[in-house]
Nanobody, 131 residues
Framework: QIHLAESGGGSARFGESLRLSCVAS????????????VAWFRQAPGKEREGVASIDSDDQTTYSESVKGRFTISQDKAASYLYLQMNNLEPEDTAMYYC?????????????????????WGQGTQVTVSS
C-alpha cells in the first residue's frame, strides 16, 4: 500500500549537521489517509529501537528528550516527503534511522511511541557521528 524510502544518511563529526529525507509512494487511492502519523526511529547496535520524532497530519510534533532542541521533523504533504534536520550531532546519535507511518492519529500525545504503533517502514539509512 505504502512504500517508504530513506536517504541522506552518512558520516558527520561532532557538532555537524545532517538532513534525512523519506519519500512515501502511495499506489492506491485507498491508502491516502486524511489523518496519519509519521515518525523517525533509530536503532544503535545492542539497543532497542527508539522513537526520535513524530509529526501528524495536523503538523503536531513530538520529540524524544535526547534530541529536543537539536532535531526538527517536518513534512511536505503535497510531495509526500518527511524530513529530519539533525543539528549539533553527537556520537550518541549514531544509529540506523528509519521512517515509519501509520493511519490515524499518533498513538500518544506527548511521546513518539513504540515501533508497534506504526504500520509501514523504510529500510533505514545509517548515520555515524564521530568525536
Amino acid at each position: 500500500q505504502i512504500h517508504l524510502a530513506e536517504s541522506g544518511g552518512g558520516s558527520a563529526r561532532f557538532g555537524e549537521s545532517l538532513r534525512l529525507s523519506c519519500v512515501a509512494s502511495v499506489y492506491s487511492q485507498q491508502t491516502r489517509y486524511p489523518t496519519y502519523c509519521v515518525a523517525w526511529f533509530r536503532q544503535a547496535p545492542g539497543k532497542e529501537r527508539e522513537g526520535v520524532a513524530s509529526i501528524d497530519s495536523d503538523d503536531q510534533t513530538t520529540y524524544s528528550e535526547s534530541v529536543k532542541g537539536r532535531f526538527t521533523i517536518s513534512q511536505d504533504k503535497a510531495a509526500s516527503y518527511l524530513y529530519l534536520q539533525m543539528n549539533n550531532l553527537e556520537p550518541e546519535d549514531t544509529a540506523m534511522y528509519y521512517c515509519a507511518a501509520a493511519p490515524g492519529h499518533c498513538a500518544h500525545p506527548s511521546r513518539v511511541g513504540e515501533a508497534s504503533d506504526y504500520w509501514f517502514w523504510g529500510q533505514g539509512t545509517q548515520v555515524t557521528v564521530s568525536s
